[in-house]
């Protein structure tokens, strides 16, 4: 008996370990110089890398001030916007998003971060009458990211439905 046990205990893991090795992985890289990928294909699942908010005024060396992202609500609106393009290019919406992570930095103007206009952008792309599906959602309140001026860092999880 415990021979049958070990036998079936034996085949399911080969067959779980052969189902994975079955697994495409394609990398999405924004240029051969990158160091990451923009998003990674996992079978039908892409992971969207951490995005951040472009410029609403960039830097100017001449006069030496730094590049201005705008405030929380803008600052998301840019990255989804980037994040809809990069799902859109991979035959995507956000309709196919189950996943996001949200990373806020204290907004200096206010003294903390700013989750209800977070919240508030998030709500013109997920849960409208145009797209009514809402993925699933962890924020986290970080010391700083990666630049000066940026308040907040997306990452997302896309599901390819069949």
């Keep these: 008996m415990k021979i049958k046990y070990a036998a079936l205990a034996t085949a399911l893991t080969l067959s779980t370990v052969a189902a994975h090795a079955q697994v495409v992985v394609k990398h999405i890289q924004p240029n051969e110089k990158a160091t990451i990928a923009t ?19 960039p830097a100017d060396a001449a006069k ?5 992202y705008g405030d929380t609500k803008t600052q998301t609106t ?7 393009k990069i799902l859109k290019e991979q035959g995507l919406d956000m309709k ?6 949200v990373f806020l930095a204290a907004d200096p103007k206010l003294g903390k971060i700013d989750f209800a ?9 997920f849960g409208t009458k145009e797209q009514p599906n809402k993925p699933a959602r962890s924020a986290f ?19 390819k439905g069949k």
């Design 117 to 125: 206009n977070m919240n508030a952008s998030f709500g013109q792309f």
């Design 39 to 57: 998003a990674v294909w996992a079978g039908d699942t892409l992971y969207v890398s951490g995005t951040l908010a472009d410029p609403v005024t």
């Design 96 to 101: 196919d998003v189950v996943k996001c992570t």
């Design 141 to 159: 309140q970080v010391a700083n990211l990666v630049g000066p001026g940026y308040l907040l860092e997306i990452e997302m999880i896309a599901v």
């Design 64 to 68: 030496g001030t730094p590049a201005d």
């Design 78 to 84: 840019s990255i989804l916007n980037k994040i809809q």
